[in-house]
């Protein structure tokens, strides 16, 4: 089957690094995408890796490792605003997105 | 960079009455568009698949006759809600991609919150 694991919640102080995991089983792989979402709100696009690498993109990177199903959402100079949920969504063979589950992220001042 | 409008944000409705939802791509033409429901604390699940000018691709156990999907144009998707009941209540977000795939990005509307008294 196809699964999609990221942690449920994680904690971290404004100012800090915090660095969001994503592992993946699907079939077929044709990119995987970064989201943001703050409560009630639709999510907004952070990142999409296609190619083993990353993507840097002002204080937020995402990295990509195809052969270990394995991708990372980094977030620098933590602000409160980034009090959101992260979703990691992969897109399968057929451009089918497949989401996690999200990761709540709560920023301590 | 592209929009993606969704109307309308908030609706409350009696049960057994249709509910209509409108995504529309502002700039860009949107040959497939996707349509999410999210219930509380839960992530967004794929309801249906919608491709402009052919019937939706429904995802297993969602009902097509009671969620209405029609696609009639390359900027506007519909997704009607019949005869809704209390357990439809959520929130519900429709997609779009550009028909031109060279940005990988999904633009998404900005949801709808549907209550059913």
């Known amino acids: 089957g196809q699964n999609i694991d990221q942690p449920t919640e994680m904690t971290a102080t404004e100012g800090a690094i915090v660095q969001i995991n994503c592992t993946y089983q699907?079939?077929?792989?044709?990119?995987l995408f970064w989201y943001q979402q703050h409560a009630g709100e639709a999510p907004t696009f952070l990142s999409y890796n296609v190619l083993d690498g990353l993507e840097e993109k002002g204080r937020f990177s995402s990295f990509l490792s195809r052969s270990k199903g394995y991708s990372y959402l980094l977030l620098k100079e933590l602000q409160m605003k980034d009090s959101a949920s992260y979703l990691c969504?992969?897109?399968?063979?057929?451009?089918?997105?497949?989401w996690g589950a999200g990761t709540k992220l709560i920023i301590k001042p | 960079g592209a929009v993606v409008s969704q109307h309308p944000s908030w609706v409350i409705c009696k049960s057994g009455t249709s509910v209509k939802i409108e995504c529309r791509s502002l700039?860009?033409?949107?040959?497939?568009m996707f349509w999410y429901r999210q219930f509380p604390k839960q992530s967004l699940m794929l309801m249906a698949t919608s491709n402009e000018g052919s019937k939706a691709t429904y995802e297993q156990g969602v009902e097509k006759d009671k969620f209405l999907i029609n696609h009639a144009s390359l900027t506007l998707s519909t997704l009607t809600v019949t005869s809704a009941h209390p357990e439809d209540s959520s929130f519900y977000i429709c997609?779009?991609?550009?028909?031109?795939?060279?940005?990988?990005?999904?633009?998404f509307g900005e949801g709808s919150r549907l209550t059913v008294l």
């Open positions: 700039d860009f033409q949107a040959t497939t």
């Open positions: 997609s779009a991609r550009e028909q031109r795939w060279d940005t990988g990005e999904l633009f």
């Open positions: 969504g992969v897109m399968d063979s057929n451009y089918q997105l497949i």
């Open positions: 699907t079939s077929g792989f044709n990119g």
